[in-house]
């Protein structure tokens, strides 16, 4: 199976920085990397699918970029809204694993 | 509004069953995969299973593989997951979750309902 390991595990940031959050893979994925936004009580929302393509509706602060192993998300100035726990996942090859998460706060 | 809505989740004993449903509204169901994924504290989120759009293709992890029985009604706008010989550790929030894609073989899950509990317990 490809593990998915999120660093930092946490992340203390204040509104208006900048943040980044890696994800690397245990083997290569090619581009085959979603990030999601989960806040407490509410299910996942896709914010960026391969790699780097937002959603429609996700502001544009938010962007995806790497390629094979590392992957990154950055929030390029952090809004209240913000303050949430962050997941990468492979589409790339069964079973479809997601990263541990970032808890941003 | 665009929503799925999952139901029938429960306690159940080890070794039972249990049937999941997921009821679409809104969007267009039969043109797209659509997967369970579950989530607990401990393990995060695991994908479980998904179905093509027409069912010509399933897919499961081995963890439920013989276990679980994912189906659709295209007619319904309906989702099912018979889950049988239950485990503790099967315990775990379960979402349906619809792809961007026919196809269930690169998940990217764009629609999420709010889940149903699953407890697996004697």
């Not at chain 1, 204040?14 to 893979?25: N, Q």
């Not at chain 2, 439920?64 to 775990?92: C, H, P, Q, W």
């Amino acid at each position: 199976d490809i593990q998915m390991t999120q660093s930092p595990s946490s992340l203390s940031a204040s509104v208006g920085d900048r943040v980044t959050i890696t994800c690397r893979a245990t083997q290569t994925i090619s581009s085959f990397l979603n990030w999601y936004q989960q806040k407490p009580g509410q299910a996942p929302k896709l914010l960026i699918s391969f790699v780097s393509t937002l959603q429609s509706g996700v502001p544009s602060r938010f962007s995806g970029s790497g390629f094979g192993r590392d992957f990154t998300l950055t929030i390029s100035s952090l809004e209240v809204e913000d303050f949430a726990t962050y997941y990468c996942q492979q589409s790339y090859t069964n079973p479809y694993t997601f990263g541990q998460g970032t808890k941003l706060e | 509004e665009v929503q799925l809505v999952e139901s029938g989740g429960g306690l159940v004993q080890p070794g039972k069953s249990l049937r999941l449903s997921c009821a679409a509204s809104g969007l267009n169901f039969e043109d797209y995969a659509i997967h369970w994924v579950r989530q607990t504290p401990g393990k995060g989120l695991e994908w479980v299973s998904g179905i093509s759009w027409n069912s010509d293709k399933i897919i499961y992890a081995d963890s439920v593989k013989g276990r679980f029985t994912i189906s659709r009604d295209n007619a319904k706008n309906s989702l099912y997951l018979e889950m049988n010989s239950l485990k503790t550790e099967d315990t775990a929030l379960y979402y349906c979750a619809q792809d961007i894609a026919e196809m269930c073989t690169t998940p990217t899950l764009h629609i999420w309902g709010q889940g149903t509990m699953v407890t697996v317990s004697s």
